[in-house]
């Protein structure tokens, strides 16, 4: 008997039909900016070199996110083996890399996976006309890369993953084939593409998502740590639910 309605299966198949054209047209309108807000004007030292380049809105996404790397990630990484190769998958926009590269402070190279970066947005742009933006802020080997992370295959030391889809509705609601909301994917990927006694944090809108991947981790996955996080700089429909894993040696 199959669990998903008849309304959602033709949903799917629609996403499934749209998707294909925004990835075969490949749209950019080109020229993305923006400028300094005020919000930035006494945010952050270790952003300071970003606020003539974003948004307030966008400042404070990475305030928020370089607050949860160093209250998550920062105690479990270790200095003999520091990351060198970082990977985040579902990127979106890549909006977060000001705040990646501040944390890291560019001694790393940050890899951005989107399934979806050409949607035309509410201000005619796509998602990598904003990616393309924001890695131009200063000169990196990072990189933003359209591609499917259920089917890449490249080790990195660190994997941080904000909002995976690991349910079919936000999929769905995002544009997306139902397939591509699986969290058992999810961690099928994180699993692979994680090297021995590499870390992963992971980002969670609620605990049923966090519940919906436990079912599915890989034993190979120790979790470290688990917290919700939340400021009131950064208000969000629902806390943060935050956990950091490690991948075992074999």
């Not at 948004?55 to 479990?76: I, Q, V």
């Not at 590499?198 to 599915?216: K, S």
């Not at 890989?218 to 490690?246: D, G, I, K, N, Q």
Request: net charge positive.
């Amino acid at each position: 008997m199959n669990p998903f309605g008849i309304q959602e299966t033709l949903h799917s198949a629609r996403n499934r039909v749209f998707f294909a054209i925004r990835s075969q047209m490949k749209w950019s309108r080109g020229g993305y900016r923006e400028s300094g807000g005020e919000a930035a004007e006494r945010g952050d030292e270790a952003l300071s070199f970003y606020r003539p380049y974003l948004s307030a809105e966008t400042y404070r996404k990475n305030e928020y996110t370089l607050a949860l790397l160093r209250r998550f990630l920062a105690p479990h990484l270790r200095g003999a083996s520091s990351p060198r190769e970082i990977l985040e998958p579902g990127c979106q926009d890549f909006a977060r890399l000001p705040a990646l590269r501040a944390f890291f402070r560019n001694r790393v190279r940050i890899t951005g996976l989107e399934l979806d970066p050409y949607p035309v947005l509410h201000d005619f742009h796509s998602r990598a006309d904003k990616a393309k933006y924001y890695l131009s802020c200063e000169p990196s080997a990072d990189r933003y890369l359209a591609d499917d992370f259920f089917r890449w295959c490249e080790p990195a030391d660190l994997v941080l993953c904000f909002y995976p889809f690991v349910s079919a509705h936000p999929a769905l609601a995002w544009g997306l084939p139902k397939r591509f909301g699986n969290p058992a994917a999810w961690a099928t990927s994180f699993a692979r593409n994680l090297r021995p006694d590499g870390l992963l944090l992971l980002v969670h809108q609620g605990e049923w998502e966090e519940e919906d991947f436990d079912r599915v981790r890989p034993a190979e996955l120790r979790l470290l740590e688990r917290a919700t996080f939340e400021t009131a700089a950064y208000p969000l429909p629902h806390p943060a639910c935050v956990s950091v894993y490690r991948k075992a040696r074999p």
